[in-house]
């Protein structure tokens, strides 16, 4: 995760990651599926993030070796009062997360999980925490 914008009542939240390619080969028809949603912090132990089967992908791309790319995430609601005042008493935060899927260079198909809450604003940047739930890899 990169940065957040929009954590306001009546606004539209905006996430930006970058998707990076650490290995040694191109990655080919790189796609992510992401959401959010405010989230009890500290993080419940039975933590369940829902399947993104019915999230939109984005399109595909292909990362050379050691090359990244930005993606972003813009909700399709504007936050409300109602919401904001739910996360406010449940000590929640928002959290994002989602899959990244690509075909390797031997034509198998990976995946990477992600979860990330987001920590607010330190020293002028954005910080995010890792989810112990949602982060795997194939």
């Given at each position: 995760m990169e940065q957040v914008e929009s954590i306001a009542?009546?606004?539209h939240p905006f996430f930006t990651f970058v998707i990076r390619n650490f290995g040694t080969t191109p990655a080919?028809?790189?796609?992510?599926?992401?959401?959010?949603?405010?989230?009890?912090?500290?993080?419940?132990?039975e933590l369940i993030l829902p399947k993104l089967t019915s999230y939109p992908k984005s399109?595909?791309?292909?990362?050379?070796?050691?090359?990244e790319s930005s993606a972003q995430l813009v909700a399709a609601n504007a936050l409300t009062q109602e919401q904001?005042?739910?996360?406010t008493r449940a000590n929640a935060?928002?959290?994002?997360?989602g899959t990244?899927?690509?075909?390797?260079?031997?034509?198998?198909?990976?995946f990477t999980d992600f979860a990330?809450?987001?920590a607010g604003r330190m020293d002028g940047?954005?910080?995010?925490?890792?989810?112990?739930?949602?982060?795997?890899?194939?």
């Open positions: 009542v009546g606004q080919y028809r790189v796609q992510h599926q992401t959401t959010w949603s405010f989230v009890s912090f500290p993080e419940p132990r399109p595909e791309i292909s990362l050379a070796p050691k090359v904001w005042d739910n996360a935060k928002p959290l994002v997360w990244i899927h690509y075909q390797d260079a031997f034509r198998g198909w990976r990330f809450y987001y940047k954005d910080r995010f925490i890792m989810a112990n739930t949602g982060n795997d890899a194939n």
